[in-house]
């Protein structure tokens, strides 16, 4: 009976050290690729090419792909990558990568991805930025493959009192040379199929019915746009022209000083004007105001 439960332990230990292994194989192998990435980013933000920006760019879609199949992934920090926002939902669910490319013109391109939190194989949804052709981007209904491209910042689940579980994306949108945008995104999940798009918004007739919120404003302006989660609460600052006559110039507005919101009521988002500003700016939204001063890489050699 002892040599069967020493054999018993004996086998366990073994197991335990083949986990702790493999893990420890995946960990060095995804910091690789973490290096790799770290220096297409580099090259996406400094090199003065658009061509080459695009082809770092077109790396490291292939790259991130590469490194998301590898067991563990998902547990995995990528911390170093600093020009890639990475969020992670407060369920657990879900990772969104997104990140852009800066046109010579001053206009933006955007790619990203969503990783699905799936242990026994990779579920990954890319997301295909289709901005140019979408005329209409508040009021019309979207998906993974038909996406309006944007960096997002913030990930808010909305479950009680909501037909359609679904997700309320904070983002930044630069625009063009002008104009810099920030959007309030809806996400949920359907038929293997992320979708971008619900009439959750209600209390104002530029905003009722609106499938996701779209500011725009001067490109040297900044915008507040962020989350008050113990009041459930979306702050953002009320955007004006600089003259009345200048209402249907939105790449000349700017904050006034106030500020409005949308208050989570029964899976709803109603707009609340005016409303005190009870909490400074976090860090995190200010990341997004300034394209022009992007986090600066190292670089390092490549590895394949």
């Given at each position: 009976m002892m040599v069967i439960k020493n054999l018993v332990a004996t086998f366990l230990v073994l197991c335990l050290c083949t986990s702790i292994f493999a893990q420890s194989k995946s960990v060095i192998q995804l910091e690789k690729y973490q290096d790799t990435l770290k220096n297409l980013t580099h090259e996406l933000i400094n090199n003065s090419s658009q061509e080459e920006r695009y082809n770092a760019s077109y790396k490291m879609v292939k790259t991130l792909v590469r490194a998301l199949k590898i067991q563990g992934s998902y547990s995995f920090g990528f911390d170093s990558l600093k020009a890639i926002s990475i969020q992670k939902s407060p369920d657990n669910k879900f990772k969104i990568f997104?990140?852009?490319?800066?046109?010579?013109?001053?206009?933006?391109?955007?790619?990203?991805?969503?990783?699905?939190?799936?242990?026994?194989?990779?579920?990954?949804y890319p997301l295909i930025d289709r901005s140019p052709l979408i005329k209409r981007p508040q009021d019309t209904v979207l998906n993974n493959d038909v996406w309006y491209?944007?960096?997002?910042?913030?990930?808010?689940?909305?479950?009680?009192?909501?037909?359609?579980?679904?997700?309320?994306?904070l983002g930044w949108k630069g625009n063009t040379i002008k104009s810099t945008k920030k959007v309030i995104e809806t996400l949920y999940f359907k038929n293997n199929k992320a979708y971008f798009?619900?009439?959750?918004?209600?209390?104002?007739?530029?905003?009722?019915?609106?499938?996701?919120?779209?500011?725009?404003?001067?490109?040297?302006?900044?915008?507040?746009?962020?989350?008050n989660s113990q009041e459930g609460l979306v702050v953002f600052d009320h955007l004006s022209p600089?003259?009345?006559?200048?209402?249907?110039?939105?790449?000349?507005?700017?904050?006034?000083?106030?500020?409005?919101?949308?208050?989570?009521?029964?899976?709803?988002?109603?707009?609340?004007?005016?409303?005190?500003?009870?909490?400074?700016?976090?860090?995190?939204?200010?990341l997004y105001n300034n394209p022009k001063s992007p986090v600066k890489t190292s670089p390092k050699k490549i590895t394949p």
């Open positions: 997104t990140w852009h490319v800066m046109n010579n013109d001053g206009s933006y391109r955007y790619y990203g991805a969503i990783q699905m939190n799936s242990p026994q194989a990779l579920k990954l491209g944007c960096q997002y910042y913030r990930i808010i689940p909305v479950t009680s009192n909501a037909r359609q579980p679904y997700y309320l994306l798009g619900l009439p959750v918004f209600e209390g104002d007739k530029d905003f009722s019915g609106k499938n996701r919120i779209v500011f725009e404003y001067s490109r040297q302006a900044s915008m507040l746009l962020n989350y600089p003259d009345p006559k200048l209402k249907n110039k939105p790449e000349l507005f700017g904050p006034d000083l106030s500020y409005d919101g949308f208050k989570l009521m029964n899976g709803k988002w109603k707009y609340m004007p005016d409303i005190p500003l009870k909490n400074a700016p976090s860090e995190t939204d200010n």
